[in-house]
């Protein structure tokens, strides 16, 4: 894969696409579930602390290792035996959050939709299209944000003006009335979604200004924090939090609910749309981050040929491992933070840690 080269403005992108595409349809109820009518606090903490910890850990291993990815540096930090057993192990995180989102988009257009459409024809096309985009590498990516950025935000921002209407204020009293820590309970989950930003590990070197990224960073994690806040109180206010705790997408729901206009029906058909196409998105990121791994922890290996397989995987993978919405949203819930916070925090953080006691890479 070319060594492109991208902005600190589309790296700040691709990382609100990155969070934003599955966190806006998931995140409101499962906080709603465990904190309730406080769940709104809930991105204000220690989800944005996940997130600006993990930031912190690329950006340093990033200094010392300039023009190098996790796979490269890993091995220099551990030996060669460990090092490249940390590798393998990033791929396997990366592909096994990918084959999640796989399913997240399917059981999402399958529940939106195309109801009678099978999941593994949507797993398949999804996977495909993906695969086109990597080919095209990290440039047309990160192009390919920008332009679905706006609208994006567009069609959140809409639902959020036209819900206003709808909206009482009492839901959301009494305000932490179980004490903080249904707050900090709901947290593990944002969190997780947070700390996918630690796809830098295999982004960064191609950073045409790694200096940037902790300005660009921030200010992701800023917009992710006032946007994912804004949605959670958006449906809080309209459902309360007993009903959008028991929606699998509240958010989505809430634009069934909204009237746009009398003469305008289904309008969100429009926004399911733009969304899957923020999935998409993360979906292609994702596989181009294993794919990048896989060729450096292979060392000489064809493009195509790992394009090829970590595909077929990830569709397999996504058509039998992964059960239906109510599966999929328990392993969201129950199982993902628990598998994903160590690689996103405590790893990183762990060979910084390394780096430093070591006095290896760049001071």
Known sequence: MSQEKISGSQVSTVLFILVMATGVLF??????????????????????????????AVYRLGQRFPAKTVIEYSPLLL???????LGLLYILFFLMTNILVIREFSVFLTVTLLPETPGYVLNISVVLLAAYIVSKGIEVIARMAQFVLPLFLASLSMLLLLSVPEMAPRRLLPLLEGGFLPVVK????PSAWYGEIVVLLLLLPHLNKPRELPRKGVLALA?????LTLDILATLLV????????????????????????????????IVILWEAGMILKVALLYYAACLGSLQWLGKAPFGWVLGVLGGVQILAACYLVGGQIQLAA????????????????????LVGIARLRNLGRV
């Open 27 to 56: 995140v409101p109820g499962i906080t709603a579930r465990r904190a309730f009518q406080s769940a709104w606090l809930v991105p204000l903490a220690i989800p944005l602390l996940t997130g600006l910890i993990s930031l912190w």
């Open 223 to 227: 917009w992710i924090t006032v946007f």
């Open 79 to 85: 030996g060669k035996v460990l090092g490249k057993g």
């Open 186 to 189: 709901a947290s593990l989950v």
């Open 239 to 270: 459902f309360g939090p007993y009903l959008s705790g028991q929606l699998t997408f509240p958010f989505w729901t809430l634009a069934r609910f909204i009237e746009f206009h009398k003469s305008f029906s289904r309008w969100e058909t429009l």
């Open 331 to 350: 392993i969201l819930e129950h199982v993902f933070p628990l598998f994903a916070l160590p690689f996103e925090i405590g790893l990183p953080l762990f």
